[in-house]
């Protein structure tokens, strides 16, 4: 874990805990032990401390919740730039959190090119805690400093350059050694970066909260940065130091950083899949094939493009065709015209792609998606085409997002190398990829295509086969409560209001409009049968028509309608609903305790593997407050008797159809928390 190595007076400290070099006990019992010695070793003149692979992604999260074993990071950091010997941090791969902390405890810093350098705990709910706050704004200035602390977004080793948070770049990765120690001979004395000071106009903090309010509206952990980065203004190191920990205590107990760092968690657990083989070899996924080339198709093919996989993309009109190839260029141009790309990387992904009218050019192709009209007949026959042409071995995939993975697999002589891939739009931004695992997809098929998807930038959760599998399962009852509740007497700007509150970028009926309120229309105006089919009678079609449950200005600027009310009353004389006040508490339980209850039940069919899969679902696919951790992570920190309390009070308002999840009961009663451990108990007291 630690290396030591004296070059004729510079004394080499080589840390490194794989995967990510993560600052344990272990390794900081280690790295004191080290730094101790070269400071009282007369040999030594100055000291060069460097990562393995990388310098350190930070902290060991896992001792967050435990009480933290000595020496501490701080301890560290205390030693380091207390030193009087020049000590020099050089940097490779990531210096993140406590891994940029420590570097900022050296007295200089030499980075390699790649390297990437910030403190991003804002995404976890807390502030950097060992001195992040305090050491950074003195060494780049206030700006700069706000900057990075409370985005958590890492800079690149030339911008850490070119805002002085290192001193010097090595020439490449491979120098970086001989480059630090070589730079640490050169040094005469400390460079304490504690020692410097910085003060700021106080308005700069306003400023910058006020250009930020939307970002950080209902977060706590960004407020605290700015208000630990202007203690750095005032206060002496000691005191700001003192303060940074006060705010990082705080933070850390509160329910925001639990759910952050719930969801951070459930994010790396979600990719790994319970009864699979240990030990699974991959198939090759040289090539893909993308059948159909409108928007989602096109979305789909730029995640590959932009991972540096070839694409064929085929469509059966060759105007589909041109128009799917433009949006895709259109959407790299795009890109570029906004600084994220540069046009060599622009060209170098479209160069990737072949637009096809000819089914036989998949032939080659290792991996096949499919993303066609989200009809069960014409995906069966797409899949039988593709049967037929594909490769043996080349694994076929449906991009359906309701329609059964089984049934498409029936229509091939292969239902082993077939599964789903939903893409949620727009499919190349979108991180989310629901992976559904049909009843005979092999187990190399899922571990590939698992794989794949971290490859691509995607965030994948496996799925069995279910009417709308785990996120559109569980939309259902909530968009379906949210419509009765407008015939009861709720208006959609009360019920998205709800939701807007409780975090969500949108409510159900700003989703709706925004997704096309015709999405699943039958479009015979002889039956209309609920309140969408009479919106869309009416041409109200949502946002692209400029009117859907509200009327859209040219900005798309929502209001509430006339029409809608009209509309809304007519069906409540129709269906013979009364009108009655709806309360805010009326409105979580049927829109939100509902899709609770329908986890509950995704749970203990065996749909998804855990309740931390469903929260991921939700928060990367859905817009589910990152900040409340999921829908099953924020049920168990409600209250699941509450949960089931308020559901048994309104049941009767939500249908015949209605029933309480079992596992969701048994979880109220007994005091436990909702996930798959409890099903086991369930199934052994029968």
Not at 149 to 165: E, F, R, T
Not at 235 to 262: V, Y
Not at 589 to 614: C, P
Request: negative net charge.
């Amino acid at each position: 874990m630690i290396e030591t190595h004296l070059h004729e007076g510079v004394f080499e400290v080589v840390f490194d805990n794989p995967p990510v070099n993560a600052l344990s006990a272990k390794l900081r019992t280690g790295l004191a032990v080290a730094v101790a010695d070269a400071l009282a070793d007369e040999a030594v003149t100055a000291i060069v401390l460097r990562g393995g692979k990388s310098f350190s992604a930070g902290a060991d999260i896992t001792e967050f919740d435990k009480p933290l074993s000595p020496p501490l990071l701080q301890d560290i950091i205390e030693i380091l730039e207390s030193g009087q010997k020049p000590i020099v941090a050089a940097i490779a791969g990531n210096a993140l959190g406590g891994g940029l902390e420590l570097a900022l405890g050296c007295h200089y810093r030499i980075a390699a090119p790649g390297t990437r350098l910030g403190l991003p705990e804002v995404l976890l709910g807390i502030l950097p805690g060992a001195g992040g706050t305090q050491r950074l704004p003195r060494l780049i200035g206030v700006e700069a400093a706000l900057d990075m602390i409370v985005s958590g977004a890492p800079v690149s080793a030339d911008k850490a350059l070119a805002i002085g948070l290192v001193d010097q770049l090595a020439s490449d990765n491979a120098s970086l050694a001989a480059d630090a120690i070589a730079y640490a001979r050169t040094l005469t004395g400390p460079r304490r970066t504690g020692d410097l000071t910085v003060s700021a106009d106080p308005a700069i903090f306003d400023k910058f909260a006020a250009d930020n309010a939307r970002k950080i509206a209902n977060l706590r952990a960004p407020k605290a940065c700015i208000e630990s980065v202007r203690a750095a203004t005032v206060l002496t190191l000691k005191e700001g130091l003192a303060k940074e920990t006060e705010l990082f205590l705080r933070l850390l107990k509160g329910d925001q950083s639990i759910a952050l760092r719930h969801i951070f968690a459930a994010e790396r657990t979600a990719a790994k899949i319970y009864d699979l083989p240990k030990v699974v070899s991959l198939r090759p996924i040289a090539k893909v094939g993308m059948v159909g080339a409108g928007t989602m198709g096109g979305g789909i093919a730029m995640n590959f493009l932009s991972a540096g996989v070839p694409v064929v993309i085929l469509d059966l009109q060759q105007d589909a065709l041109d128009r799917g190839v433009g949006v895709v260029r259109k959407n790299y141009d795009a890109s570029s015209a906004k600084g994220r790309l540069t046009n060599e990387q622009v060209e170098n992904a479209m160069g990737l792609l072949t637009p096809t009218l000819d089914f036989t050019a998949l032939a080659d192709c290792d991996l096949i998606i499919e993303a066609v009209y989200e009809s069960m007949d014409i995906k069966k026959e797409v899949f039988s085409r593709l049967d037929s042409v594909a490769k043996p071995g080349a694994i076929l995939a449906s991009n359906t997002s309701l329609l059964s993975i089984d049934e498409i697999a029936a229509a091939t002589g292969r239902p082993g190398d077939v599964l789903g891939l939903h893409f949620f739009s727009p499919a190349n931004v979108m991180k989310l990829l629901e992976v559904v695992r049909g009843a005979e997809t092999a187990a190399d098929v899922l571990a590939t295509v698992m794989n794949l998807a971290r490859r691509i930038g995607k965030v994948p959760v496996v799925s069995r086969v279910c009417y709308g599998f785990i996120g559109n399962r569980m939309l259902d009852p909530r968009q379906t409560n949210a419509e009765a509740l407008l015939l009861e007497g709720a208006t959609p700007t009360q019920i998205d209001r709800v939701h807007n509150h409780f975090g969500m970028a949108m409510g159900p009926f700003e989703m709706i409009d925004l997704a096309g309120v015709d999405i699943g229309w039958h479009r015979d105006p002889s039956r209309i049968e609920g309140l969408k089919d009479a919106l869309c009678a009416e041409g109200r079609w949502g946002q692209k028509t400029k009117a859907g449950f509200y009327d859209y200005d040219d900005r798309r600027k929502a209001t509430p309608s006339p029409l809608v009310c009209d509309i809304v009353e007519n069906l409540r004389k129709k269906t013979g609903t009364a009108l009655r006040e709806i309360s805010e508490e009326e409105i979580v339980v049927r829109t939100l305790y509902t899709m609770v209850n329908e986890g509950a039940k995704i749970l203990e069919e065996g749909i998804a593997q855990r309740a931390s899969d469903i929260d991921v679902v939700w928060v990367y696919g859905y817009g589910w407050p990152r900040y409340r951790g999921g829908p099953m992570f924020w049920a168990n920190q409600v209250g699941l008797k509450k949960i089931v309390d308020g559901l048994t009070r309104y049941a009767a308002r939500m249908g015949r159809n209605f029933t309480l999840s079992p596992l969701l009961v048994r979880c109220a009663q007994h005091d436990l928390a909702l996930d798959r451990s409890v099903i086991q108990e369930m199934q052994d007291a029968f």
